[in-house]
């Protein structure tokens, strides 16, 4: 094994938050998440100290930052002080709703409300995503562009919306995605490509022409 680099670990950063999902998906015991959370923290101090020997940053300093940026980000919840506030928003909306809004105080020059979604995501997760950023940015219908305009397609599709609207739980929605990709894979289609390619197509078709600014994270 070759000398450990960021782009070497990335795999294993991967891997390891994938784990914890599963672990909390599956149900396992306590002691089993505590280890695998053990293990993505293990992914972040490798990834400080690799910097710290670069003379960058330490994992202090990655605490610091965290820990600045969600006092910032939540005037709601702490004091300036890191303190707790004596009362907190009545919802989980005005929450979203000042948290969205002292981000864009933050990054006025953010006009794409899709950026900072990792290129990365696996195509569904980045399809919720999309549609979560859509809404959230006030569109009037977070749907599908294919659904919002006549197309060839759309009858082949507003049956399926109408059938997940009778779904009565996630293993019910697993199952019909899973039936489709299915019926995908026997028409010879990658099902990951083409949800990537349309949830492209979506994005393009709810961002501004001429977004400004360079590309920055959240």
């Known amino acids: 094994m070759g000398a450990l680099t960021h782009e070497s670990l990335v795999e294993y950063l991967l891997e390891e938050a994938f784990e914890v999902a599963e672990t909390i998906e599956t149900g396992a015991d306590e002691a089993e998440l505590r280890g695998e959370l053990g293990d993505v923290l293990l992914q972040v101090v490798l990834h400080a100290r690799l910097a710290e020997e670069r003379g960058s940053f330490a994992f202090d300093d990655v605490v610091r930052g965290l820990t600045a940026k969600m006092i910032r980000r939540n005037p709601h919840v702490f004091r300036p002080d890191g303190s707790l506030q004596d009362t907190f928003p009545a919802s989980v909306e005005e929450i979203v709703r000042k948290w969205d809004s002292i981000k864009r105080a933050e990054k006025p020059e953010r006009g794409d409300p899709f950026e900072g979604i990792p290129q990365g995501l696996p ?49 019910q929605l697993g199952e019909l995605l899973l039936a489709v990709v299915a019926a995908a894979r026997t028409r010879g289609f990658d099902a990951e490509r083409a949800l990537r390619a349309a949830v492209r197509q979506y994005q393009d078709s709810h961002r501004p022409i001429n977004p400004a600014g360079p590309r920055t994270r959240s």
Do not use: C, I, N, Y
């Open 123 to 171: 195509a569904l997760a980045r399809a919720q995503k999309s549609l979560d950023r859509a809404a959230r940015a006030g569109f009037r219908r977070a749907q599908p562009l294919m659904v919002e305009q006549a197309s060839p397609v759309v009858e082949d599709v507003h049956p399926v919306v109408e059938l997940v609207e009778t779904l009565d739980s996630e293993q």
